[in-house]
């Protein structure tokens, strides 16, 4: 059964940088799309950015494009989201999960979600 574990989560300053992780488990990354999602207290799960299993497409929200950037390591079954220029208004819990070729945006098309890692970005 494959299982993802965030990882990286912490307090930082506005303006600010933090690299978040996620390991996958119980199978290969290889195979997989993966999904970086985040959800703030009172809001709705919310997009953040996707890689295909090439890494040579990645797809961002407006929100964060520019300023964040998804990666994966096959080799280590990790995938990370670096993120940059952080600001308030990032401040949530972020999810990795796994996804097909064809998902979107819709939190319902990912799968195998992790527990989360709360950032938390102070003005």
């Known amino acids: 059964q494959v299982q993802l574990v965030e990882s990286g989560g912490r307090l930082v300053q506005a303006g600010g940088s933090l690299r978040l992780s996620c390991v996958l488990s119980g199978g290969a990354l290889s195979f997989f799309d993966m999904g970086w999602f985040r959800q703030a207290p009172g809001k709705e799960r919310e997009f953040v950015g996707k890689i295909r299993r090439s890494s040579t497409s990645t797809y961002y929200a407006d929100s964060v494009k520019g300023r964040f950037t998804i990666s994966r390591d096959d080799a280590k079954n990790t995938v990370a989201l670096q993120m940059n220029s952080l600001k308030p208004e990032d401040t949530a819990v972020y999810y990795c999960?796994?996804?097909?070729?064809?998902?979107?945006?819709?939190?319902?098309?990912?799968?195998?979600w992790g527990q989360g890692t709360q950032v938390t970005v102070s003005s």
């Open positions: 999960a796994t996804a097909k070729s064809t998902s979107s945006w819709a939190p319902n098309e990912y799968f195998n």
